[in-house]
Structure formats: structure tokens, C-alpha cells
T-cell receptor
Framework: GIQVEQSPPDLILQEGANSTLRCNFSDSVNNLQWFHQNPWGQLINLFYIPSGTKQNGRLSATTVATERYSLLYISSSQTTDSGVYFCAVGGRGSTLGRLYFGRGTQLTVWP | EPEVTQTPSHQVTQMGQEVILRCVPISNHLYFYWYRQILGQKVEFLVSFYNNEISEKSEIFDDQFSVERPDGSNFTLKIRSTKLEDSAMYFC??????????????FGPGTRLTVL
């Protein structure tokens, strides 16, 4: 299967700070999604971004598929941004596009 | 906005018992999935399902597991004889691919299964 490495594993920030989360993957992909797992365990879709750049409010993401990495940017972080951020990728060898998840980045934002 | 729903939110069972986890995917979606997440670990794929057939399954999805779409709205995961190591959060997901193999998956809130 596809290996997905996320860094850093843990990130602690003061409210208002900016951060960059990285996702490296080991093979060509046709699907890449970023999720936020909230304290109740729910996976919230942030971006569907197999290539290119997208922005949604204070969050933006960039995937460079040819170099096999994606970045998630969080600007002006808020305490509600705390939680685990997962990157998940789907490869071309899977008919329905099973997702391979990374181990996540645990983000803690202090007031 | 349409969303994937799952019931129950929590399930506690005794080892060896059968459990059925239920999901209602987004209504116009065609592809359905189950994933699980053992506490503190990453999310792992179990099975994908399309047109009333399993499309792909992982090595975790052994003979103890089965899936079914009993009607036009529900999608179920059955664990025949639960083990302690089946304790996990189970997520259902669905997608409507615009192109074959390219699709965004939407996840339900999960069912937390505890096996005693």
C-alpha cells in the first residue's frame, strides 16, 4: 500500500500563530484529502486536493503531486483549531479509491 | 447539507457476541466504505462496496466481518463474533465519483465499539 508520513507529529501554538503541516506519500495518487478530527472523534473534511492549491478562510492547502507531498497551512490559529489533522491519499491501483491515512498531526492551540 | 449518519454512536458488547453497525450514506452516493480507528492510532481501511458487491477489502476484513446494503438507504457492517481487539471507532464513508477512481469521501460521525 501507499505509505503516508505526516509531520510534525505534535504542534503546540499560541493563539494567533501560523502553522504548516506536511504530508509526504510514497506513490502516485489520484485522491488526497485533509481531515480535522475533533475532540468527539468526528472526521471533518477540510480539503479534497489531489493537486494544486485551495483556500478556505484561514486554511489553505497545496499538493505537489509530482514531488509527492502536500501542505496544510493554518493562519491566525484559534483554540477551536485544536485536534488531530489527518492526510489521506488514494492510489490509482484501487478501483473505488481506498484511502491510506497518515498518523496525523496533533495540534494544540493555547489562548 | 447532506451528511453520512451512523447508529449507534456507542456500542458495548461482550466478547463473542455479534454486532451490527449501521450507516445511512449520502443519498445520491454510489460508493460506500468502512474504516476503523483503534484508540490513538491511524484510520485504517476495511472494505469498499459498489453495486451490491464488495469491491476491495483489506487484510483486516476477515471472515468475521460482512457488509450489506439491505435496502436503498442503509449500509451495515456485521462483526460475527467480536474479539477484544475489535474495540475501535468504526467510520462509514460514501462518495459520488465524478470520474472513475477520483472521488471525495465523506465520513460519518463514527460508532465507538467497546468489546468487554
Amino acid at each position: 500500500g501507499i505509505q503516508v508520513e505526516q509531520s510534525p507529529p505534535d504542534l503546540i501554538l499560541q493563539e494567533g500563530a501560523n502553522s504548516t503541516l506536511r504530508c509526504n506519500f510514497s506513490d502516485s495518487v489520484n485522491n488526497l484529502q485533509w481531515f480535522h478530527q475533533n475532540p468527539w472523534g468526528q472526521l471533518i473534511n477540510l480539503f479534497y486536493i489531489p493537486s494544486g492549491t485551495k483556500q478556505n478562510g484561514r486554511l489553505s492547502a497545496t499538493t505537489v503531486a509530482t514531488e509527492r507531498y502536500s501542505l496544510l497551512y493554518i493562519s491566525s490559529s484559534q483554540t477551536t483549531d485544536s485536534g488531530v489533522y489527518f492526510c489521506a491519499v488514494g492510489g490509482r491501483g484501487s478501483t473505488l479509491g481506498r484511502l491510506y491515512f497518515g498518523r496525523g498531526t496533533q495540534l494544540t492551540v493555547w489562548p | 447539507e447532506p451528511e453520512v449518519t451512523q447508529t449507534p454512536s456507542h456500542q458495548v458488547t461482550q466478547m463473542g457476541q455479534e454486532v451490527i453497525l449501521r450507516c445511512v450514506p449520502i443519498s445520491n452516493h454510489l460508493y460506500f466504505y468502512w474504516y476503523r480507528q483503534i484508540l490513538g492510532q491511524k484510520v485504517e481501511f476495511l472494505v469498499s462496496f459498489y453495486n451490491n458487491e464488495i469491491s476491495e477489502k483489506s487484510e483486516i476484513f476477515d471472515d468475521q466481518f460482512s457488509v450489506e446494503r439491505p435496502d436503498g438507504s442503509n449500509f451495515t457492517l456485521k462483526i460475527r463474533s467480536t474479539k477484544l481487539e475489535d474495540s475501535a471507532m468504526y467510520f462509514c464513508a460514501s462518495s459520488y465519483p465524478l470520474d472513475r477512481g477520483i472521488n471525495e469521501q465523506f465520513f460519518g460521525p463514527g460508532t465507538r465499539l467497546t468489546v468487554l
